[in-house]
């Protein structure tokens, strides 16, 4: 033990830039996620926002009927941007399985083979 502490940092530096690996990945991986759950709050947002404009206009008994029949167009847009959304999710939960693997597999190669 005392070796180790006399030799200083040089071996632990193959830890050090394992974790700083996988620490930059973590890093990528939850800003792409924000990014991700931001964009589809925003279109909600807007959807909402816009949904709300258009209801505020109604002031006679055919444009709430005007406005209740759009409603359907609405859930139907909705309904395909959330399996959209859902699909998008997918992608990023696949991806970053596979990054995380070759972190991880580079990480371990590393830290075996001291290169």
Same mark, same amino acid.
């Given at each position: 033990?005392?070796? /180790? ?13 394992? /974790? ?91 830290? /075996?083979?001291?290169?």
């Amino acid at each position: 033990m005392n070796e /180790l502490l006399a030799s200083g940092p040089a071996p632990l530096k193959p830890w050090i830039t394992s /974790l700083t690996r996988t620490n930059q990945f973590a890093a990528g991986q939850l800003e792409k996620w924000a990014t991700l759950q931001m964009d589809k709050l925003r279109s909600y947002v807007d959807l909402g926002v816009a949904q709300a404009k258009v209801a505020f206009k109604v002031s006679d008994p055919h444009s709430l009927y005007d406005f209740v029949d759009s409603q359907f167009a609405v859930c139907s847009f909705v309904g395909h941007r959330i399996v959209d959304d859902g699909r998008a999710l997918v992608d990023w939960s696949n991806d970053c399985a596979i990054q995380a693997h070759r972190v991880g597999r580079a990480n371990m190669l590393s830290l /075996l083979f001291k290169d």
